[in-house]
Each structure stands twice: as structure tokens, then as C-alpha cells.
Nanobody, 126 residues
């Protein structure tokens, strides 16, 4: 299973980016997908997750309506639309996949995920 993240770049504060993560080598539609991020000298942080079965979505507390996760099973792709970006959103963003559905409180726990992408860098200038 391979996950290829893309869409990162440099954006001014208040701007938007859409990240994409293409999955290959498995039945994407049966995997739950998530985004995490890690800034320099900080721990990995949960951003969002979307389930395959019901399309339920979960977000990290910091998102506050600014980010939206979505998936296109026909394209084997999960997206993260990020609006109103702030300098503190700068990080490497990783997509991750897990076959089994977790309890609601467990989605932020990266140790449960089976596969990870290589990350895409997001830089936000003030």
C-alpha cells in the first residue's frame, strides 16, 4: 500500500491550500483515512479523519471549521481543504490509512494507523 501526498507549498496567512493523498495497492474505498501534521520541534498532531463506511469526519480541536477532509473513492484520493491558514499551521502534513474503524476518541492516535505517506510541506508566511 502506497500513499502519495501532494499539494503543499508557500501561502500567505489567510490563504488556502488543498492537499491530496492518492492511495494505491489496496481497496481504497475500504480504508479509513486521516491527515496528521508535524511542525519542527513539535509532536505529531492529528488534523482530521474520514471513515470509509459512513463518511464520518473527525477533526483536531485546533481546526475550528477552517479545514475540511473529504474523499473520492473513484479517484482513490483523500483531500484536505485548508482555509484561513495561519503561521502556526506550517508543518509537514502526512496522510495515513487504517483498515479498521476506531472508537471516536482513538482517531487522533497515530500508532493505530497502518500506512503513512511521505508528507507534504506547508509553509505559511505572516
Amino acid at each position: 500500500v502506497q500513499l502519495q501526498a501532494s499539494g503543499g507549498g508557500l501561502v500567505q496567512a489567510g490563504g488556502s491550500l488543498r492537499l491530496s493523498c492518492v492511495t494505491s495497492g489496496t481497496i481504497f474505498s475500504r480504508y479509513n483515512m486521516a491527515w496528521f501534521r508535524q511542525a519542527p520541534d513539535k509532536e505529531r498532531e492529528f488534523v482530521a479523519a474520514v471513515t470509509w463506511r459512513e463518511g464520518n469526519k473527525f477533526y483536531g480541536d485546533f481546526v475550528k471549521g477552517r479545514f475540511t477532509i473529504s474523499r473520492d473513492n473513484a479517484m482513490n484520493t483523500v483531500y484536505l481543504q485548508m482555509n484561513d491558514l495561519k503561521p502556526e499551521d506550517a508543518a509537514v502534513y502526512y496522510c495515513a490509512a487504517i483498515k479498521y474503524e476506531l472508537n471516536d476518541s482513538a482517531w487522533p492516535l497515530g500508532q493505530f494507523y497502518d500506512y503513512w505517506g511521505q508528507g507534504t510541506l506547508v509553509t505559511v508566511s505572516s
